[in-house]
DNA sequence: CCCCTATCCTGAGGGC
DNA sequence: TGCCCTCAGGATAGGG
């Protein structure tokens, strides 16, 4: 599923890809994966856009367009953003196909319908909370330690359920928090207040630390995420616990534990995780 | 405040 | 070969 590492990497490549393109015509699917604002108006304000910049805010991709709105997307579970030739075929759920002035064709589909588009000023997006207000950046300047502490010091909640909300640190999901628990030794399942100040240090550490890799390795197509060129990354074969219940821990040799924790699937290492 | 569950969805995989 | 069931989960809403 897409999270940070993975919507990192469809941003930067589609960066270089639709940047300076103009939108000619656009074609659209399934209503409801158009959530704001309705698919015919939609339809009516893209064709003759530019796209200005693309950039990316926690697991939401934009993409400046220069009439002043963005073009926002969330790949949800299974959502890909595909740049592909304006001929070919599409995938069975395609809902957004638009075609650009270099004969290539930006195409949304997504199976499950969990993602979503959106259009407007990012402003009138944010204010009518179409499009959440996100907590910090993990890898911003603002992603200090102080931040972090700020997020976990102050609830009782498992770090697995603190680390999922987007309100606190954005970008993260469940394979990552996974991944970064089990790099700073921490037990998803710990509350948040019982951490000491070495642990809630090491996840500070952790989490940007697994993003970065992930991203070089582009992305973890343990499932279904692919880049805009329908190609897999690498990082899921790098992933030290999640998928891995059951499996011995790389680092000690012990059987990782699964159970479900904050409504999700968890795997962590008993003896390295405390 | 926090947790759990249901909801939205399809496709993959297991059992028979 | 195929049917039925379960499971996967990002975000959100509602109940306890």
């Known amino acids: 599923m897409p999270e940070l590492p993975e919507v990192e990497t469809v941003a930067r490549d589609l960066r270089t890809a639709v940047v300076g393109r103009r939108i000619m015509s656009v074609r659209l699917g399934h209503p409801k994966v158009m959530r704001f604002p309705v698919p015919e108006v939609l339809a009516a304000i893209l064709p003759g856009r530019r796209v200005e910049a693309v950039t990316r805010s926690g697991k939401f991709?934009?993409?400046?367009?220069?009439?002043?709105?963005?073009?926002?997307?969330?790949?949800?579970?299974?959502?890909h953003l595909l740049v592909c030739d304006a001929q070919s075929e599409p995938a069975r759920h395609t809902h957004l196909r638009a075609l650009l002035d270099d004969g290539r064709e930006l195409r949304y589909d997504d199976a499950r319908r969990f993602g979503r588009i959106l259009l407007g000023p990012r402003s009138t997006l944010e204010d009518s909370r179409v499009l959440p207000v996100l907590g910090v950046e993990p890898l911003s300047d603002d992603f200090t330690a102080v931040r972090l502490d700020e997020v976990l010091r102050s609830t009782t909640r498992t770090v697995k359920a603190a680390l999922l909300d987007q309100r606190g640190v954005a970008g993260l999901g469940n394979i990552y928090v996974d991944?970064?628990?089990?790099?700073?030794?921490?037990?998803?399942?710990?509350r948040c207040h019982t951490l000491t100040r070495a642990q809630r240090a090491a996840l500070h550490a952790a989490i940007p630390a697994v993003l970065v890799s992930?991203?070089?390795?582009?992305g973890s197509s343990t499932d279904d995420y692919r880049d805009i060129w329908n190609a897999r990354g690498s990082n899921q074969e790098r992933l030290q616990v999640y998928g891995r219940g059951g499996?011995?821990?790389f680092r000690c040799g012990t059987p990782l534990k699964q159970a479900t924790v904050a409504g999700r699937t968890t795997v962590w290492c008993h003896s390295c995780q405390r």
């Open 61 to 79: 991709i934009l993409c400046a367009l220069d009439g002043g709105e963005d073009l926002v997307f969330h790949l949800g579970m299974t959502g």
């Open 179 to 190: 991944e970064a628990c089990h790099l700073a030794g921490v037990r998803p399942q710990r």
């Open 214 to 218: 992930a991203i070089r390795n582009r």
């Open 247 to 249: 499996r011995p821990c």
